[in-house]
Structures are given as C-alpha cells and as structure tokens.
C-alpha cells in the first residue's frame, strides 16, 4: 500500500484538484480511492496498468460527488437551464457595448491578480457549468468524454460553454481583467 | 428589427468547440466586420481561450497532504487480509 501512495498519491490527488477545485475534498476523494482500490485489489486483472486503474476509481468518485453536489444545489442547477441571458436586450443586441481586451496570455497567465480573479469568477458559475467548463477549457479534456461521464449532449456541453464564457468574460472586466485602458 | 448579436457570440463560443459550418463562419465573420462589440468579444474569447490553457500549465505542482497519506496508509491495515 505505501508503493502505491507513493507513485500515485500526488498524480491522483492533481487529477482529483484539478475537477474539484477544493484541497479538502480531493483529498478525500483520494483516500477513498485507494481504500476501495485496496479492498477490490483481488479484482484487478491487470489488463490495464495499474495507474489507469487507480484513476478509473477516481474518476467515479468524482464523478458521485459532483453528481450529489449538483442535487443539494438544485437552485444552480435550474440557473444552468435559464435560456435567458442578461447579457442581450430583447432584440438580441448586446446590453452593453463590448470593449477591445489587448493583453498578452502568457503574461495574464503568471499573474497572481488574474488567477484570484478567476478563481472567484469561476466560484460565481451554476456548478455544472463551472464544472464542464474547468474540465474543458482549462484542463483540456476532450469533449466526447466529458459528455459521457455526466450524461449530456454535444450541444448541451456547448450551451454550458457558452454561457460559461459570456458569464466569464464579464466577471473578468468587473476585476479590471478584459478592457484595454 | 433583430440583431444577430446574440446569435454571434454562440457561434464565437462555438468556433472554439468545434468546426463552423461555411455558413455560420461566413455569418460571423461578415457581422464582425460591422459590429465592433462582436468583434471585440470574438477576440476576448479567443485571448480567455488561450490565457487559461496557459494557467493550467503554469499551476504549481500539488502534493497529497502527508496526514491523508497516513490515514490512507493506516485504513488499508485496518481491513482485514
Ligand atoms: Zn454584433
């Protein structure tokens, strides 16, 4: 058991932090995983290696627990399914003029204002949106996966993306990130 | 009179999850021309899209906490054999 903590301990808990944005529940996550991993040790047949196995647990869990937070908050939940947005008038133009962002990525990206701005930008959005949104654009994942891990279509995945972005964009320009001076 | 602004800005989000349809580029691209708030979002997308792969590459690497570590390590002996 400690081999296994040692080579996988740090990988899965980056995964799990990286899904859950919470040190304290990924890390939880974490200790679940090897517990069930070590009682079902018996099971694995090692077709796949044992990391991938490891991380397949995880990857349940994960997915159990945004599923149970997305029940206790119903309210966000019905958010997600608002199709009106705030950001439009009713004849579909913008409410308020847009501004030019000039910036440079790889600057923003090292910035400590900018990712404690993010950070509580992305804590504003209805879960599942934050969700797909952080798995996607931030981590990368592929779309197809994402879509069958929580159960929702292609065009919902690009609602939630969307939605995700014109939230995003807005909360980012009220933390002075997103208009040129 | 409805504007296509709306419909712009799903299809800047879009650009940046899939392929465009010929149509649909050639609607957002000729609506940008005209409209700069478009354009301006189009463009921020594009710079959110790219900045945040970028923060993810830049995150510090993270360690499981030595005390999860133990209690981990201290559970799994606790089952029987
Ligand atoms: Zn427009």
């Known amino acids: ?181 | 009179m409805n504007h296509f602004c709306q419909q712009a800005s799903r299809l800047a989000s879009d650009k940046l999850e899939r392929r465009l349809s010929l149509n649909e580029s050639l609607r957002l691209n000729i609506h940008c021309l005209i409209c700069s708030s478009c354009r301006h979002y189009t463009a921020a997308l594009r710079l959110l899209h790219v900045t945040l792969r970028k923060t993810h590459e830049a995150e510090p690497p993270q360690k499981l906490p030595a005390a999860t570590r133990q209690q981990i390590i201290r559970q799994c002996k606790e089952q029987p054999e």
């Open chain 1, 1 to 181: 058991m400690e081999a296994w903590v040692s080579a996988w301990g740090d990988f899965l808990f980056r995964y799990a932090i990286s899904r859950v944005q919470d040190r304290d529940i990924a890390a939880d996550l974490v200790q679940e995983t090897f517990l069930a991993a070590w009682k079902g040790r018996q099971s694995f047949k090692g077709e796949a290696s044992r990391k991938t196995w490891l991380t397949g647990i995880l990857k349940h869990k994960i997915t159990d627990h945004i599923r149970q937070q997305i029940r206790r908050r119903k309210l966000e939940t019905a958010l997600d399914d608002d199709p009106a947005s705030p950001w439009f008038q009713d004849d579909h133009s913008w409410r308020e003029p847009q501004r030019a962002w000039h910036d440079s990525p790889d600057r923003l990206a090292h910035d400590k204002d900018f990712r404690l701005a993010l950070d509580d930008c992305l804590s504003h959005l209805p879960a599942r949106q934050r969700l797909v949104f952080i798995l996607r654009e931030i981590n990368g994942d592929d779309s197809e996966e994402i879509c069958k891990q929580y159960d929702i279509s292609t065009t919902n995945l690009h609602v939630l993306m969307h939605r995700a972005r014109l939230a995003l964009r807005h909360c980012l320009q009220s933390h002075g990130f997103g208009a040129s001076s």
